[in-house]
């Protein structure tokens, strides 16, 4: 029989814990580098952001799907000597999972300052999809199951429970393309981002068919790339350069009764986001109304959609309306993945989600707004292309941000953090 999570450990940890640095390489495809050297790089440059040495720095985690490298390479090649390190497996509701682990971590004493890492070769080597110059697709493991049903890629499996709520709901192709088109507007003004172009609802539903009803422009771009954070006390946060996103609350990897053939039981429109508020925002003491900006997952357009509808953000049904609403633009109630996220700006398993939001809570987004002389942007606000006279991306009064975690439908993780 399952009981209900006690709630005192979550409030007891609530703003315990802060990010005090973040770090990744550029957005590539075909690297030229192994994953080691991505991930050194993104780790330094999470280092110089924080303004920690090497030796200040005892713990590290990492999302070591495909073809990534382990903790203890990465941390001897930094100079890092580590009194706790983990590399899991798990999908892209990893990063907001082992930002709990590492707090986990600090709190029972292993250590006192983590780096949590991913790194990929997410193009030019290992493709989720199958292709790529080291993939391959072993029929083994739960793929004996699924591979019989033709679910080789992340796209076959999510398809079922994309084309059930358009046929529960009347969601069309169009209203969630939107998320597309936003997101295209919010990466034309990231220097980062792979994908710069804006793009229209037409562009989206006359790209072609990958697997219905994902087109090509639903699907998030793969690209080789490492990303970094760092996570430590608030006690030692306000030691470092910047001023720490605070951690209000977290929640990892959770799921449906079952991740599989997770429609046998619930309905198979329904995700895991469905469950994980109830954690996350007793955690966090706040609600979806106190949420000003969100990091959802979009590896699909069809992803941030479901998400956002099952966290309470809007009814359940009317996630269609709630993304084709303009409410995600920059502008907008609650803008959504202000970098461009997995759709533009490149794919990260959601750590570059993270980032963003740290940055847009320190004020500090990189665009295209001049700089004063100690290098801070000033920021226009206006949200414009740069070629118009825009090129900003930092939301204005931003207080607490909610990254939504993805692996599956079945499961997710999530993250809220509130400025420092």
Known sequence: M?????????????????II?????????????????????????????????????????????????????????????LNFYMDVQGGGSSSEALIGLAIGAIEAGMCETVVVFRS???????RIGGTGARASVPVGGDALHSAAYGWFSAGQNFSPTFMRHMYDYGTTPEQVAMVKVIHSEHASNNPKAYYKQRVTVEDVVNSRMICKPLHLLDCCVETDNATALIVTSVDKAYDYRNTPARILGVAGRVCKPRIDMHFQHGPISTVAGHYIKDIIYRNAGVGPEDIQC????????????????????????????????????????????????????GYTHGMN?????????????????????????????????????????Q???????????WAMPGTGSSLIMRKG
């Open 2 to 18: 399952t009981t209900d999570i006690d709630a005192t450990a979550g409030k007891y940890l609530r703003d315990k814990y802060a």
């Open 21 to 81: 640095g973040v770090g990744e390489t550029t957005y590539t495809r075909g690297s030229g580098m192994t994953t080691r050297a991505l991930g050194t790089w993104a780790i330094k440059n999470a280092m110089d952001d924080a303004g920690i040495p090497a030796s200040e720095i005892d713990g590290m985690m990492s999302y070591s799907g495909n073809d990534s490298t382990a903790s203890p390479m990465l941390a001897g090649d930094l100079g890092i000597r």
């Open 120 to 126: 990929m070769n997410g193009f030019s080597q290992v």
């Open 294 to 345: 969100t990091g959802a997952y979009d590896a699909f357009t069809f992803t941030s959609m479901l998400q956002l509808e099952d966290y309470g953000f809007c009814k359940k049904g009317e996630g269609g309306d709630y993304v084709s609403s303009g409410i995600m633009r920059l502008g907008g109630e609650r803008p959504n993945n202000t970098s461009g996220g997995h759709l533009c700006e």
């Open 353 to 393: 989600m993270i980032i963003e939001n740290v940055r847009q809570l320190r004020g500090e987004v990189d665009c295209y707004c001049p700089q004063d002389d100690q290098g801070k942007r000033i920021h226009s606000y206006n949200y414009a292309p740069p070629e118009e006279g825009g090129g900003c991306r």
């Open 395 to 405: 939301v204005p009064d931003l207080e607490i941000t909610q990254n939504l975690g």
